[in-house]
């Protein structure tokens, strides 16, 4: 059969995390209008018949500016240059002027000697001519395999997108059991759909210092705690009343017993944790 690892490669807020979803066909990454939303390195896994794509979704290329930064920027290095990738997908926004920010991640991802797709991605509701433009410009980035425009968000193009992929593969095992959609552990999973619903409600400088970890859990209940940096970001979080952290928890609640295939009481508490994104054991904990 056909296997391998498919990293997405890409500038912030291109989409990266949507189009691995539509790819894989469920929901394993969480999806913000954000920049920096993700900061694992998530594989979302497609299996079908005689092959399995494995996609790894990567934080956006980015100037560190802090230990968290530093070590998201870490990880996207390593998975890009690691042996095991296969192909990358290079991502570009059909909305945005493909500008420095995506060349300076393609002159990475060209120089690693494997197939490079470029997807020219968001092209649902815009004119065939910008599209043709965005397309020509995405062109010029480098010694592309293929170039797809598509819209992970509708689905438009994303069979093609899928199939060209695979094709691409080497021939190799089932790397995961043919059911599995991801890799993440489900605390994990829990605690970014939790983020992902806050991120929904937060505005400002709120979003980078926000995350949230799963402190426990049962067959009936799912304890996520909920840290920001300072005392004034946790009462923003919680809101006048709790009016805030209640629609948090209505948010994601469905989505968590989606997960966990049960209903469940999901308890949320916000805690202010002060430089928790400098903090070494507290990001190990956290798996960042």
Avoid: C
Avoid at 89 to 95: K, T
Avoid at 114 to 120: A, G, L, N, R
């Amino acid at each position: 059969m056909k296997s391998g690892f498919v990293a997405v490669a890409g500038r912030p807020n291109v989409g990266k995390s949507t189009l691995v979803n539509a790819l894989a066909g469920s929901k394993v990454a969480i999806v913000s209008d954000k920049p920096h939303t993700t900061r694992h390195r998530i594989r979302g896994v497609y299996t079908d018949g005689d092959a399995q794509l494995v996609l790894v979704d990567l934080p956006g290329w980015q100037k560190p500016v802090d230990t968290m930064t530093e070590r998201m920027q870490e990880r996207v290095d390593e998975t890009i240059t690691g042996e095991d990738v296969d192909v990358v997908l290079l991502v570009v926004s059909a909305r945005d002027r493909i500008g420095a920010g995506d060349r300076y991640v393609a002159r990475k991802v060209f120089g690693l000697g494997v197939p490079v797709v470029i997807v020219v991605n968001k092209v649902d509701r815009l004119k065939p001519g910008h599209i043709a433009t965005q397309m020509k410009a995405a062109a010029a980035l480098g010694p592309f395999h293929a170039l797809h425009p598509v819209s992970a968000l509708t689905n438009d193009g994303i069979d093609e997108l899928r199939s060209d992929l695979i094709s691409l593969l080497p021939e190799g095992p089932l790397y995961f059991p043919p059911d599995t959609d991801t890799d993440m552990p489900l605390e994990a999973r829990i605690a970014e759909l939790v983020r992902e619903q806050a991120l929904k409600l937060v505005r400002e400088e709120l979003p980078h210092a926000l995350t949230a970890e799963v402190v426990e859990m049962d067959e009936k209940l799912v304890h996520v705690r909920l840290y920001t940096e300072t005392e004034s970001q946790k009462q923003i979080l919680i809101g006048k009343g709790g009016t805030v952290v209640r629609a948090i928890g209505r948010g994601a609640r469905p989505f968590v017993e989606a997960l966990v295939g049960h209903p469940v009481y999901l308890q949320l508490q916000v805690k202010a944790a002060p430089k928790w994104r400098r903090n070494e054991t507290m990001l190990e904990r956290l798996g960042l």
